[in-house]
């Protein structure tokens, strides 16, 4: 299996560790997908059951904990339905199990014995779960100042931590240092773990009845879940599976919120103004190209440069989609409206809940079909904001009925799960 | 649906709210199963793929926040083989989903608008959770001093939650109190929830190719996980789906074990002597029937006087199983020899593969077939207690290769997932 430059064509060797091609882009993968609907319903219910469009790895290497077809949850939103992809039902508590997934199953193919990563959430959780499954050394890199209570389930598994002190990037600088002698298995910089991502919209695709979603709304940082959302919905077009790709609505955090900015410039340069509704206006940055990094409550997002932003600006372009950005506030109120209809995400996630609103103000929810929203990390991982926050909801998922009035009959509707 | 009592015939109506018969027995619910597989295979992906043995409730009042079938996940267990049910991979990150699911859809349906329960942990945020979804007001009592890390699950959802000064059961009396003019809608009084529990044993079956295992292990507090599993598996022998019950292994804390005593004083009784292997010897309680509550890592099954007790009793000994105990220390290695093979769990879970280790020193681990070994709930619930221990793996899940030499091609095996 062959890395990819998209820039000027080099080909590298997986197994020769390279993340990075030697002009300086980022790697892609090149792969034939073939997508038989026939065939993937008599495959296994996990990842691999779309085998056919990821990064070939003999089932004997392939490395699970236990992955799921994540539900599709249907929700009232504002008299609209909405379809809850409930990601955090991963085996590490996030999505990003579908990435290091299926990159560590390709390592161990490969024959790495060891790896390096930089994260202190859930990308780093992650690997070092998969990792511990296949017998593979994990060395993560942490910013200093990373809570304990972030770095306890990565240290369970077994994988080594170091802490370096200075601002997240001093993080990734000791990690790529590091990868001079060991695999930098990074969900930044790696393709397999992008490929990964793809198994988002197979998924959506076979529990639509093979049919893609009018839209799909998640969080987005670094862009794994945009990308591999995009990558995978180009698959199924590719194979003639479906006819359009759904609209992409990443959301970010208007306190870091390199995409959007760059998504309102570009905008510009063509003559156009996004809907006003899609984010607030962000006072200018130093210079161009430089990115503010606030805090955020949705930390998993804050994300200041991510490494594939021209590829990401052009997957919203090409879906007919846009970038949304949402106040703190927001996600807040985003995070009790989740809590109150029954799903208990990371503050991260809540900024989907913040987008829906935006996009329904927008008058842009719902007009292409089904609207599918990724839930993409379990409340449970962010106990102490939560409980800073003091959670509670701000309206319940259905009207309480008074004194007497039953709450059964009277209310009958919207709380089945979609297969 | 009528409630039965088991003791004296008594029929109760389901929404009259009797939660415990006037002769003092908890109830039972008479239920004419149907397993069939071709049904099965049609039905949805969720809890109610198994409806024809369920409490019958109508589709469109069935409450669901995205249930899988959870996956059976194979690991090696000192040379042999283990099938892990990883059921923390529930909406609210615990198996108690299964009991809360089916129990809320039949109390909409039935017309119930408000719930009391007594719970600080994983039966208090399922049930705050599937109310939220079905809009059935929830208030949930709990002892003064459970800690804020624990209920802001639980307050999140938009449960009221009633803290009760003194020890546990303290608020079980204000819920029973409360239970007069408030559905009580108990994980331990309410059969509804055990009805719900033998999907775990439906699953197993349906994920083996319609066949039974050899043996069940799971966590044993208040027993809901036991009697479930035993009516589920007594549902298929009776439907003529298997022609044995599997043995059913019971682990209890040492800490805190009533129905290992009653089950050493039963054996005892008819002339038995458990084999030494499956339990520390115990200093006896101070009368015949009192239990020792001491502190216990697994606080989830920390239940000095279960309802049910005799039943209990009565299906560990049809099943030709046995309850373990387990001391503070095997916990703790336990919950490190699961975290170093990917899973992490709450302690509570970890008793599972102390008991492995026991029922393998008594050479009881593998004799009649694949060994079923539950882990009920999340290690993301319990990041307090497992920063207290400063969990780390005592031994990798797989050994970790040399330098140079590949991890992959070296040691594929046993990485897949059995579906």
Chains 1, 2 share one sequence.
């Not at 773990?193 to 529990?207: N, P, R």
């Amino acid at each position: 299996m062959d890395l990819v430059c998209p820039r000027c064509g080099s080909a590298w060797p997986l197994a020769s560790g390279v993340w990075r091609c030697s002009c300086g882009s980022p790697l892609d993968l090149r792969l034939t997908p073939v997508l038989d609907p026939g065939a993937i319903r008599q495959g296994p219910r996990n990842l691999w059951r779309y085998a056919g469009a990821l990064p070939p790895v003999e089932p004997r290497y392939r490395v699970s904990l236990g992955e799921v077809l994540t539900p599709l949850v249907p929700a009232d939103w504002g008299g609209r339905p909405v379809l809850f992809k409930v990601d955090y039902l991963f085996p590490t508590g996030s999505y990003k199990d579908r990435g290091t997934g299926v990159m560590v199953s390709a390592l161990r193919a490969a024959g790495v014995a060891e790896v390096v990563e930089d994260s202190s959430g859930n990308a780093g959780a992650s690997l070092a779960a998969y990792c511990a499954r296949a017998g593979i050394r994990c060395t993560v890199y942490v910013p200093a100042a990373a809570s304990p209570a972030k770095l306890i389930q990565i240290q369970a598994y077994g994988a080594r931590v170091v802490r370096v002190p200075g601002p997240r990037a001093e993080a990734t600088r000791a990690a790529q240092k590091a990868a001079a002698t060991r695999f930098y298995a990074s969900h930044n910089w790696n393709p397999l773990f992008l490929h990964g991502m793809k198994t988002l919209a197979f998924e959506i695709w076979e529990q639509l009845g093979w049919q893609a979603p009018g839209a799909v709304v998640f969080p987005c940082g670094f862009g794994s879940l945009l990308l591999g959302c995009y990558l995978g919905f180009q698959d199924l077009r590719r194979a003639g599976a479906i006819s359009r790709l759904p609209r992409l609505y990443p959301v970010q955090a208007a306190a870091c919120a390199p995409l959007y900015r760059a998504w309102v410039r570009r905008e510009a340069g063509e003559g156009r103004s996004p809907a006003p509704e899609l984010g607030p206006e962000l006072a200018p940055t130093g210079e161009e190209g430089a990115t503010d990094a606030g805090p955020t409550l949705a930390e998993g997002i804050a994300a200041a440069q991510p490494v594939r932003l021209p590829q990401m600006l052009a997957a919203v372009a090409e879906s007919g989609g846009a970038v949304l950005a949402v106040t703190e506030a927001e996600i807040r109120a985003g995070l009790e409206a989740l809590s109150a209809r029954g799903f208990y995400v990371e503050p991260t996630s809540a900024v989907v809940a913040a987008g829906l609103d935006r996009l329904e103000a927008a008058g842009l929810l719902d007009r292409d079909g089904p609207v599918v929203a990724v839930l993409t990390g379990s409340g449970l991982k962010a106990t102490d904001t939560l409980l800073r926050l003091g959670v509670s909801p701000a309206e319940p998922g259905a009207e309480p009925p008074g004194p007497g009035q039953p709450a059964g009959p009277a209310n009958p509707g919207p709380a089945g799960e979609r297969q």
